[in-house]
């Protein structure tokens, strides 16, 4: 079946660190890829995303590109800052129509100032 | 104004009882999700309704019932809480056709059974 697998966390780096939480995948066909962050308090929210291979998504700062070859949709941001402190969660969907999301563990970052 | 609103934050409960999450959204999405949050964050899918359809069950226990009176409103309603029930339980709602994967989540709602 589909899976996603992220790296565990937590992660803490201090502010303007650069930052990459890696995530990989195992689908059928062509699934589309996501990565969805969750801060303190509150549900899900969409980052960014990418439908096809080699598509590159980002959002905010944040960059992902999506790998065929390796199967991979690693995160990166250049510099964070503390506001960046959240759950992150990559994804996938393989299932048009019915937007049926495949969620990995997620992976807490904390940004120290 | 809240897109996909759920209630309660907060439920504490004894094993044995039934409760219910209320979740409403106001953007007009045709589809609404519950998915379930364990305490190592694991996301996992339990239904998902479109115009009031079930057209996910991901092998859920018969104790959890979603109820759709309406495609605005997605209601779960579990029976003799177990221990194991105990979650974070987020509501999102989608719109089929357009974008793909992009789920809008409520706050979540935080059960603890005793």
């Known amino acids: 079946g589909n899976s996603v697998t992220q790296m565990e966390g937590p992660v803490t780096l201090s502010e303007e660190a650069f930052l990459t939480i890696n995530c990989t995948y195992t689908?059928?066909?062509?699934?589309?890829l996501f990565w969805y962050v969750q801060y303190p308090g509150e549900g899900l929210q969409l980052l960014l995303k990418?439908?096809?291979?080699?598509d590159k998504g980002s959002n905010k700062g944040f960059e992902a590109t999506y790998r065929k070859e390796t199967t991979s949709f690693h995160l990166e941001k250049g510099s964070v800052q503390v506001s960046d402190s959240a759950v992150y969660f990559c994804?996938?969907?393989?299932?048009?129509?019915?937007?049926?999301?495949?969620f990995g563990q997620g992976t807490r970052l904390t940004i120290n100032p | 104004d809240t897109a996909v609103s759920q209630t309660p934050k907060y439920l504490v409960t004894q094993m044995g009882n039934d409760k219910s999450i209320k979740c409403e959204q106001n953007l007009g999405h045709d589809t609404m999700y519950w998915y379930k949050q364990d305490s190592k964050k694991f996301l996992k899918i339990m239904f998902s309704y479109n115009n009031k359809e079930l057209i996910i069950n991901e092998t859920v226990p018969n104790r959890f019932s979603p109820k759709s009176p309406d495609k605005a409103h997605l209601n779960l309603h579990i029976n003799s809480l177990e221990l194991g029930d105990s979650a974070v339980y987020f509501c999102?709602?989608?719109?089929?056709?357009?974008?793909?994967?992009?789920?809008?989540f409520g706050e979540g709602s935080r059960l603890t059974v005793l």
């Open positions: 999102a709602s989608s719109q089929v056709g357009l974008a793909v994967g992009e789920l809008f």
């Open positions: 994804a996938l969907s393989s299932l048009q129509g019915a937007q049926k999301l495949v």
């Open positions: 990418a439908t096809k291979a080699d």
């Open positions: 689908a059928t066909g062509y699934p589309s």
